[in-house]
């Protein structure tokens, strides 16, 4: 008898520890756990280290709640039409958090290098600049074999990666319809994976599709029923944006009033069903 | 002068002049005029120019519902084959991407970018996005085209806070004029028929290098009209 792996929100994020190494699926306004990102200011985990190529309102909303230390990250910002993100800003610029600012590529030469178990990996291109100068997670070394200097980012090593699919079934196996942005890689990098799904579908429907499994279940550590769960950012197939309650948080300026937003997620939040 | 076309046309048809037949070409986030003028290039002189994004959506045959995003699921969705960012990276690691879009807030004359910070590093009075893609994609792409809608002498700096890449830079577009980086100098290339090289000094912060003064092609009929069927709803101008 296999572990049981499908858990409700509460008890998912709760596998979260304060000070974890948390990377998120997703990219900007698509696909993002958001429905986990909120339960995580509930339970008020702190010192939360974010790792994401681009992000947005997942990062903003965090950083508005006080549960961030570090950003590892190339862009973080809401798209045009939405802004900027003001709670990270803040939040860098009173000190309370520390960005390290990466090159998107980076991140992704991070993950890979936790994916392979190496300490670090070699990154062509970041060859000038003060991001080179300014953080200690890049270092320029002789090529060993000879030749041109060359940068090394150090591995990112997730302890939890949280990533919203479209659908899996209960042992995890996951397909992610449309972009998958960087989930995949960080399924491989992370020492734990935790998904948050639209829908749960049975294995034998799901084995019909084996070869399009973006996740394999084997590496998954924990399931959540959770439709909706990138909600208010866009899931491919299932819907769009919610202009209007983005567009609303970014009106809120307050922890308070921010508070107010998550908690008014409350009854669609933990709404999945177990299975 | 007879002014059929807004700034945000202008920028969009002097982008898709600066793109050639058979490119490989790529923008990131918040690129919905880059993204459009690759669709006007692709209509018009540049069938065969290859659209590369982040969501990963090899030449999608229309850019009409990235509406608020141009990283979402429809540029997949219309796509011809899947080839997402990491490989896009890994193209121009290889040489092969010829030209990537990007932003940036300040910039110099000796074509440094910034996209980082205002002020210091660590302790920064204004915390920028982010280069996003810039660092990399800057020294190893064969061209690197920059737009921004602002043009002023806080963009156009005499030293930027904080260089966050340069390299193969090759324009940047503004408002008011395109500059080219060359012999590692930005110079004036050609002011928009819209401005002036007065308007261009007034908002510039470091000397102005130029041979001879010359001008933007304004947009043709043929563009415009094209602009008209590929964005209905105007995403071009989303910036201004």
Redesign the interface.
Known sequence: MEMKKTLNLKEAASLVENGDILAIGG????RTPMAFVRELTRQNKNNLKLVK??GAHDIDLLCAMDSVSTVD?????Y????G??SH??NA??K?HI??N??????V?GALRAAKMNVPFMP?????????LL?NDYFKVVEDPFGGEPITLVKAIVPDIAVIHVQECDQNGNAII??????DV?MSRAATKVILTTEKIVPDAIMKRNNERIDIPGFLVHAIVHSPKGASPT?V??YYD?D?KSLTSFLTKKTKREVEEYIQSYEKKDYGGRMV | MNKSYRTSDLMTCAIANLLYDGETVFH???S?LPMVAMHLAKQLHAPNLVHLN????VNPSSVMSA???????D???SSEAYY???EV?DL??RGKLDVAFLGGIQFDING?INA?VIGD???????L?????????I??AKKAIIWRTKHDRRTFVEKVD??????NLWKIVTPLCIFEYRYGKLHLDSIHPTSSLEEVKENTAFELLYDEVKYTLPPTEKQLQVLKKIDPDDLRS??F
Do not use: W
């Open positions: 990219n900007v306004l698509h190529t681009a990250a190339g862009f973080v910002s798209e045009t039409k939405f900027l993100a990270y800003r860098v610029q000190g520390k960005t600012e990466h090159a998107c590529y980076t992704i990154i062509k291109g970041l060859n000038v600049g003060d991001l300014k319809h449309g972009p998958k942005f960087e890689l866009s491919n197939k944006i202009e | 990131g986030v918040s919905h982040i969501p990963g959506g509406s608020y995003s141009s990283a979402g699921a540029l997949v969705d997402p960012l990491e990276f121009s690691m440094n980082s590093y660590h302790k920064p009075k204004v915390r996005p982010g280069g996003a893609g810039s660092a990399v994609l020294p190893t904080f260089i966050t890449t340069r390299g989303l910036e």
